[in-house]
DNA sequence: ATGAAAGCGCTAACAA
DNA sequence: TTGTTAGCGCTTTCAT
């Protein structure tokens, strides 16, 4: 760990400038075979590694491609994965992973950073600085400061809607059909299970994606005629499995009839509710369907399964970094891109679908 | 996107030296308020946003940990995703998602790297560049190149067993007990079950782990009298899906009877194996007994359930990124440390136990 | 509390 | 093919 080599070392001792150095890294057919291996030579004798920041400062790109995403901790979730790692994966791992695979392909390597949420230091800036483009999850970051970066480099917004005609309309964009996942789901459960209480469970005011789901409920309800209030009926701050529990508290302790069906915003929230349930030996789907949104891997696991709204994660990370990938390579001005990625209603046993095989249904 | 604006453009439009702008950044209490906020309304209003790369060249440090690992394409992992997210998660996946958590915690950003199997520059380099250490799976970088990297920066390597000896031996290093786990998984077999005719599957020359994995078998079978080959029965490249499958052709159409057990390196190929012997009409485990090694998901959704050993992953990246903040902050001449996680026998259906809860045995 | 100036290690013209 | 020479944008003494 003494001191650290640089070109100048290598150069030195290779007998060569500084600029062979480089073109040997660089563009290694540029340089004379017998000088390449004088040099390679050289470097590897001095242990020497090329400096990614003074090339990135140099070149002015990093070959990095950023994520950011929210500081996810359900304290639910460190739990469960505790004696249990596989049924936790998040989103953002599936998120991750799409994009570290497309990354890939195209030869970037992919910084992820979650903002710590006691951070003093702004996340993005430090993402931002250090990579080509980056994409953000909704919500993760001030509005203005990215509107900020966003003139500086490529940033691709991840699954809250395009703030409705804000200073971010240059951003591109990849949201997933929450409205019409919800509505689907929530037809099914009035025309085919003839359901007519639905209680939903969200917290809209805070999140985009939610407001967007119960607009898809509302809708389903209207259509059929069924009452609804103007918002969820509960509203619970953080959307974990404890919270989904008080949910069914609440529902279950207040005068008159628990609702027919529990339409959870998430499915973190509905397996909550599945486990309260059962402690008050209540049913599902007999007594009450309960469905949740999402599709992570615990509905499939909890008895009985979980009917629910599966978001196509992988591909959202995919499309992100294609989208980063097109901006950096081809057309830096085009028009600003937003996709909508389709979502699939899985049914399952909580609302009364047989317990046979997954059945699902695509929409766009 | 026109042009990117620097200290020197906030400096002169708030009227101070690049110094102080510098320091309203780094160190914001060491500059009068008033000045402060002068210089950070000219970056708002020129959308000023530090670069890491400049950062890190002058301070030496860039807030980045690192993770390579291998270009992880199983081709039957990419068509199970395509429909069914959730099972594919892999390995790799889970050592992000523990190394990125407690990166976090320690206030760094992951790089995330996979080797592209043509990619004719090195992706340690790449990676080494723009990190202040990093993780390396094991077979994924050539040892040589590592070595010389190491001397400049804390390296730990994961899941490969040290390599004997070696020019290695100054890196920190993570496994986990392979040999331990499939021992324990085969005494079961062997004492539990009354199994005598097991065969091994897997390909030793290729993975240190299969080797130590190979190691555990051979010790349960010869502490228990039953006859062993020197090597495993058969040896599949890639420890596929298919290649599990393959090996239950192989085995099934030569002479003599089926082994009482299928004793497969990993789960992959335990599944691929279920699948084959399904198509067979055999029965598992009344027919034959079948496990794997790693706990994949994957592995508790197929039927029968499989019986496995669960390498606890996501403390695997926990403890790298934990070592690797270690040696960057406190003792970089520390001894280098060597860890050894205890890993779980998980028994499910397929070895012929009963079908309620999982029943796990950790092990050191 | 602020400024001046010297790098950090590399790339990219431009010369030779 | 190889060398010279400017920077790239920031941090960091050392002064003031």
């Given amino acids: 760990m003494s001191t650290v080599p640089t070109v100048y070392d290598v150069a030195n001792r290779s007998g060569v400038s500084i600029a062979t150095v480089s073109r040997v890294y660089r563009n290694p057919d540029s340089v004379r075979a017998q000088t390449r291996e004088r040099v390679l030579e050289a470097a590897r004798e001095l242990g020497y590694v090329p400096s990614g920041n003074a090339r990135g400062l140099a070149s002015r790109t990093t070959g990095v491609l950023g994520l950011c995403f929210p500081d996810y901790s359900d304290p639910d979730a ?134 967007a789901r119960f607009r898809g409920f509302r809708e389903a309800c209207a259509a059929a005629d069924v009452e609804t209030d103007h918002g969820p009926v509960l509203r619970m701050p953080m959307m974990t499995q404890a919270d989904g529990a008080s949910a069914v508290d609440v529902l279950a302790d207040r005068d008159g009839p628990l609702p027919e069906a529990l339409v959870f915003a998430n499915d973190q929230m509905a397996v909550g509710a599945l486990h309260a349930l059962q402690r008050r030996g209540l049913r599902v789907p007999e007594d009450v369907v309960v469905t949740g949104f999402d599709g992570i891997p615990l509905g499939r696991l909890v008895r009985p399964a979980l009917t629910t709204v599966r978001q196509p994660m992988l591909k959202l990370g995919e499309q992100a970094a294609e989208l980063l990938v097109q901006r950096l390579g081809g057309g830096p001005d085009r028009e600003p891109v937003s996709l909508m990625l389709p979502v699939t209603v899985v049914r399952r046993a909580s609302c009364g679908c047989g317990e046979g095989e997954d059945s699902g249904t695509q929409l766009a």
């Fill in 78 to 211: 460190e739990d469960i994965d505790a004696e249990d790692d596989d049924a936790a994966m998040l989103y953002s791992d599936q998120i991750i992973r799409g994009m570290e695979r497309t990354a890939r392909r195209h030869g970037y390597a992919l910084l992820i950073a979650a903002s710590l949420k006691g951070g003093p230091e702004s996340l993005v800036a430090k993402v931002a600085g250090r990579v080509d483009g980056f994409a953000v999850m909704a919500r993760t970051v001030p509005t203005e400061e990215l509107e900020v970066i966003s003139r500086r480099q490529p940033v691709v917004m991840l699954a809250g809607p395009r703030e409705g005609g804000d200073q971010l309309d240059h951003l591109d964009h990849v949201e997933v059909a929450n409205a019409d996942g919800q509505r689907e789901l929530t037809r099914h459960l009035i025309e085919d299970h003839g359901l007519r209480r639905l209680a939903y469970i969200g917290s809209a005011e805070e999140s985009p994606d939610v407001a």
